[in-house]
């Protein structure tokens, strides 16, 4: 075996049977779960009368109580008693609260009153609801028969979209809002990966150069066999963890009781090209490579790990720019600011990512950005390669300026 295939086995077998990395995993796999099941969790907290009871006094004679069916969070409670009594009843604490609903110059006016503050949840629940009720009255007003009210309550209109370009295929609304839903988990899989990885691989740099390990160490291997260890067992290790949260969030959506989320994320994911997929996991793979070649250059500089997190902010610094950008894009991804940073090798993964997804892009400028990105990833681990072999034996004090200034006059 290879000194190189040694050293990658043996940091990536001592990193996933660490006890941070195990906690941390399974603390993601519960914070998952916890989401999945939130509306089973809550129920576990609710007593029995938990449900809210709503007084419901009608007093258009439309017969609307039907629209505002009750369920297991929300009761409505017909009553025929004036608005002074109901109101009574509501301070006292008999219901949570009371729905009026009257015609005001043919429109449908409803008012709720209470005496403690509802729910967000309920309140939605009562507009959306109230909302609807509304429709129904106007139509009725109208005096329609029942299945004209119905032709027009379910009337949906499709839009149907004609591509007239010669170069670009224009994506569908569906496609567009699956694109965004990927370019999402990608940024924050590689915005969470940076933080985490890209600290490990500067710290186990800086902590083996602080003991001294890496004395003995350079004295059998080569520096850049040492690098290109730490670079392919960190990445090895991520890539680990992140398969298993992958399986374990589709094992616990498979059997929680939102297990209809699995069937709608794969009808949304074969609304994707599979060439979508090929440069998205280009674009993953690179930008995680940019950041750990970063991490190692960041951890060779410092002489010991309490150094490690000044050298590591300009790269996070960065990765958090280029999270924000992409989130404020979603809106627009047609902004100009989309279009430049997806051009930035250091953001382009999260942001070019974003811009196939939700527009219409052109295939030459995702091989711009993605050529662009590859030639900073090479052109970054050349000028990595030689400085760390100036710098991971080299120990000076000051701040990064002077640090680096140091290992410049080194010679090798």
Known sequence: MSKLMLLVKQLYKQ???????????????????????????????????????????????????????????????????????????????????????????????VKLATADSLDLEIQSTINQ?????????????????????KQILETQTLV?????????ASKTSDEKS????????????????????????????????????????????????????????????????????????????????????????????????PSYFIYVSLFFVLSIILFLIIGALAGSLVSKVDEASQVMMPGIFITLIGFYVMISGMGNPDSMLI????FIPFTSGMVMTLRMGATDVSNFYILVSLITLAVTVMALFAISLTFYKRSVLTYSTGGIIQKIKTVLKVTT
Do not use: C
Not at 201 to 216: F, H, N, P, Q, Y
Not at 339 to 342: C, E, G, L, M, P
């Open 339 to 342: 279009k430049v940073f997806s």
């Open 160 to 168: 149907k979209q004609v591509d007239l370009s010669e170069t670009v």
């Open 15 to 109: 990193k996933v049977t660490s006890k941070s990395f195990i906690g941390l995993t399974i603390l993601y796999l519960a914070i998952i779960a916890v989401v999945f099941n939130w509306s089973s969790i809550k129920e576990v907290f609710k007593s029995d009368d938990s449900n809210v009871k709503i007084a419901f006094v009608d007093d258009t004679k439309a017969n609307l109580y039907d629209q505002f069916p009750s369920s297991d969070d929300l009761m409505f409670m017909r009553m025929k008693d004036s608005e002074e009594v109901v109101n009574k009843r509501v301070k006292k604490g008999e219901v949570d609260a009371a729905l009026y609903l009257k015609d005001e110059k043919g429109k449908l006016v």
């Open 129 to 149: 609801l109230a909302e609807n009720a509304g429709k129904i009255y106007s139509v009725q007003k109208m005096n329609l028969t029942p299945e004209q009210a």
């Open 178 to 273: 699956a694109g965004i839903l990927v370019a999402y988990i990608i940024g924050f899989l590689i915005y969470i990966f940076v933080t985490s990885y890209m600290s490990m691989i500067t710290t186990d740099i800086a902590s083996e150069k602080g003991s001294r390990v890496l004395e003995v160490l350079m004295a059998s291997v080569k520096p850049s066999t040492h690098l290109f260890s730490k670079l392919i067992g960190v990445f090895l290790t991520g890539m680990t963890q992140i398969i298993l949260l992958f399986a374990g969030a589709f094992t616990i959506a498979k059997f929680s009781s939102k297990s209809e989320l699995v069937n709608g994320a794969s009808s949304m994911m074969k609304q994707l090209s």
